[in-house]
């Protein structure tokens, strides 16, 4: 895996929590103050913005990865109890791989979701 460190040129993301309490508008205009700071830091000091950037800016994150791993990140990842950006991304990643090897990868899903995948796939047999 190789990840790169937030970059606010590539965007933010507003959790759906931020939203419901009314504080998308103050949200982002923190996120801009804060991109703000960062370029000024980069322009004048060098390569340490990233210090100042918040968790809701996003990163690239290459994975390198084969299908039984796909299938243990799917697992833990995509389960109710993993964190929701994380959660979606897992979700995006597995609807993928299903478009290139939909019979390999027919009982990708969460933990949670498994014994009904399963079935669901295998109840006529």
């Not at 004048?44 to 918040?54: A, D, E, F, H, K």
């Not at 990842?77 to 993928?96: F, G, V, Y």
Request: net charge positive.
């Amino acid at each position: 895996m190789t990840c790169q460190g937030y970059d606010p040129d590539i965007g933010f993301t507003i959790p759906d929590s931020v939203k419901e309490v009314g504080e998308e508008k103050r949200f982002i205009e923190i996120i801009k103050k804060t991109e703000k700071v960062y370029h000024k830091i980069e322009k004048n000091v060098g390569n340490i913005g990233s210090y100042i950037l918040t968790n809701a800016h996003c990163k690239r994150v290459l994975l390198n990865i084969n299908l039984r791993e796909l299938y243990h990140i799917s697992r833990l990842r995509e389960d109710p109890t993993a964190q929701w950006d994380i959660r979606n991304k897992a979700q995006k990643m597995s609807k993928l791989a299903k478009k290139v090897m939909p019979i390999t990868t027919q009982l990708l899903g969460g933990k949670d979701d498994y014994r009904e995948i399963y079935f669901k796939l295998f109840s006529e047999y």
